[in-house]
């Protein structure tokens, strides 16, 4: 609430009702509401000042009062509420009552859902130990399988190397088998020769 100190006030009975009102609710009673009447318009700003003071905080810059008040929001909440209902927080809490038997059933619920969770959690812990003792097994099977094989490999690549090498000593063993041949065959043409003179 903001009142500049020289602009245009408003009328003087409202000015005395704000003030009335005001002081009334600070605990002036009527005393204060009848000095209202004989105080001047200075009188009755600094009177004014005085109440707002007891209802919230009073800045004043220069000619400019500032007003804030106290419990702005509740004041706010009491000012929006329907009329002839009585206002939300007058009863000390507005809060309400909470039924014990509503505790205790979502206590009980807490319960059972905590439970479910465990034995979720263990399910889960299961599936997860046999997904990875099967993930595992099928690693080792694969490296197994990978070592047989590259072991049998080595051992074809050897064995080849071996028959390679046993081919050409038998080439070169197979050497001196031509000029044998031929040595034959001269032999077997002077048995002929031979033969045919002795008939």
Not at 32 to 53: K, M
Not at 176 to 198: F, N, Q, S, W
């Amino acid at each position: 609430m903001e009142e500049p100190g020289s602009a245009a006030a408003p009328p003087e009975g409202r000015d005395e009702r704000s003030l009335e009102a005001l002081s009334l609710a600070s605990g002036g009673g009527a005393a204060a509401a009848a000095a209202v009447g004989r105080q001047p318009p200075e009188g009755r700003r600094a009177t004014l000042a005085s109440a707002l003071e007891l209802e919230g905080t009073v800045l004043r810059e220069g000619r400019l009062t500032q007003f804030v008040a106290n419990n702005l929001e509740r004041r706010i909440r009491l000012s929006g509420a329907p009329r002839g209902e009585p206002p939300a927080g007058s009863s000390g809490s507005s809060i309400p009552a909470i039924d014990p038997g509503a505790l205790q059933d979502v206590v009980a619920l807490a319960g059972q859902v905590a439970a479910q969770v465990d034995e979720l959690l263990r399910n889960v812990h299961c599936g997860l130990q046999a997904l990875t003792a099967l993930s595992v097994g099928c690693i080792q099977t694969y490296r197994d399988g990978v070592e047989s094989l590259g072991e049998a490999a080595d051992l074809s690549i050897r064995a080849m190397y071996a028959l390679v090498a046993r081919c050409e000593e038998l080439d070169r063993a197979m050497q001196p088998v031509p000029a044998l041949a031929k040595r034959i065959r001269d032999m077997k043409g002077t048995l002929e020769r031979l033969e045919g003179l002795c008939k």
